[in-house]
């Protein structure tokens, strides 16, 4: 698993992971605390010189970022995490997963539930609050639930039904 490196933007401490995608160009997206500059293999530039030519980008995203820290939880702590939610809900909304999957994907996506009752959760979510990886739990639960119950996956009424029973839409 990558660790965020912490790099100094103008006298900034910002933690970021770098990926490597075989995208048109480079993309910097920030979420809960991180940064990720998605480089394109394309560009051979050094990460500095990605840094140096969008920094107001990197600044301006960071700032607007919750300001929350960035947690070096181990990868066995994070799994823990993840099956203590995971068992909660499961009890709570009578489903269950047919597998957990963890996967590197973009920062912006924290999980998604396929038609077969896989869950994949974002594995950099290791370094995001707790709060974050329950609610991204609960929320992928609620699809599982809707799928069993209503035949749909998509964000309907059922869905924010059940998931505004635990959490307001401010929360989400």
């Known amino acids: 698993m ?8 103008d006298g900034i401490e910002i933690p970021f992971l770098i990926t490597t995608t075989s995208t048109k160009a480079t993309q910097v997206i920030g979420k809960q605390g991180l940064v990720q500059i998605k480089k394109s293999r394309d560009d051979h530039r050094t990460l500095r010189a990605i840094i140096t030519e969008h920094t107001d980008v990197i600044l301006n995203t960071f700032n607007k970022m919750t300001k929350k820290a960035v947690f070096d939880r181990s990868e066995k702590e994070y799994l823990q995490l993840c099956d203590k939610y995971i ?3 499961s009890e709570e ?6 597998k957990v999957e963890q996967r590197y994907i973009l920062i912006d996506t924290f999980g ?16 995001m609050n707790e709060d974050i990886i329950e ?8 699809h599982i639930y809707t799928w069993k119950n209503y035949n749909t ?4 009424k059922d869905f924010y039904n059940m998931l505004y029973k635990k959490y307001t839409k401010e929360e989400n």
């Open 93 to 98: 909304l009578h489903v269950t997963p047919t």
């Open 153 to 156: 996956m998509k964000h309907d």
């Open 112 to 127: 998604m539930t396929k038609k077969n009752g896989t869950i994949v959760l974002n594995a950099y979510m290791r370094f």
């Open 2 to 9: 990558q660790n965020p490196k912490i790099v100094n933007v």
């Open 135 to 142: 609610n991204c739990i609960y929320h992928e639960m609620c």
């Open 87 to 89: 068992n909660q809900f």
